[in-house]
DNA sequence: TATACAATGATACAAAGATACAATTATACA
DNA sequence: TGTATAATTGTATCTTTGTATCATTGTATA
């Protein structure tokens, strides 16, 4: 069971106290990729905090690829350590990626020109927070 | 065999992915009208997913008239797509899968931008896979 | 003091899961 | 063949879990 230990005196944000120590709590393999996080409610109620504190912590790990929050299902531990991977192999991962989706596009009978102006004329902002 | 690949970590919900990988199935041939649909459990067990997230989905392509839910029978794809709503599909089904790609690549760390080009540079001839 | 801001809490909501139920089909057996 | 019973399949409802939004609190600072 996942301890945590908060310093309400302090002047770090509870927030961020939290963030800290899950972060040091996998450093040190106390958490491992896959393992399921307390639940925002959970967590909360054993550091005798707002599940809102707990929640913004999670996101926070959630946002820096740490972690992956699932609504209705629960939070976890991503297998993936943060990945540094290299700029070569990131066009190379996009790149596998533009092929899968040209092709499932044309096994639909769009054109080539179809499939880029399908993307075109998504906003920007639809891939915030992907959790 | 019916195979659909869930995201867990998009924001798309669960559900909603389920639909859509239907209606793509169906607008590329791989599901045919009259065909049955794997019951809500076996396919729910599968996707490792409560069955109540795939009965959900099949009500959605229900109501939408795609498929046809019946208690203590099964679940099948219509005989009438209503033939007007086929290019819809195919539509909606690019669209699902634009933001899929979006998605993906923005968790590469990549903007719209250099997604579209990833696409642009690709020659047109990916097209295999047609029946 | 007053105002602005950041951190936290409160409340309502949405997505997914758990459990019990109803309709249909399959099976056993007289 | 007919009927009772079990198994299968979708449905209804409530619970669990994270999300969104606004209110409150404390603190810094003009």
Known sequence: MLTLNLDFRSD?????QIVAQIQRQLASGVLKPGDQLPTVRALATTLRV???????????????????????????????PPPETSTQ???EALNALARRYLEEA?????????ALQAIAQRNETATEGHT
């Open 12 to 16: 770090v944000p509870l927030t961020n």
């Open 50 to 80: 707002n599940f809102n504190t707990v929640a913004r912590a999670y996101r926070i790990l959630d946002e820096a690829g740490i972690i992956s929050t699932q609504q209705g299902r629960g939070t976890f531990i991503l297998e993936q």
């Open 89 to 91: 192999l990131r066009r």
């Open 106 to 114: 044309h096994r639909l009978g769009f054109s080539k020109q179809e």
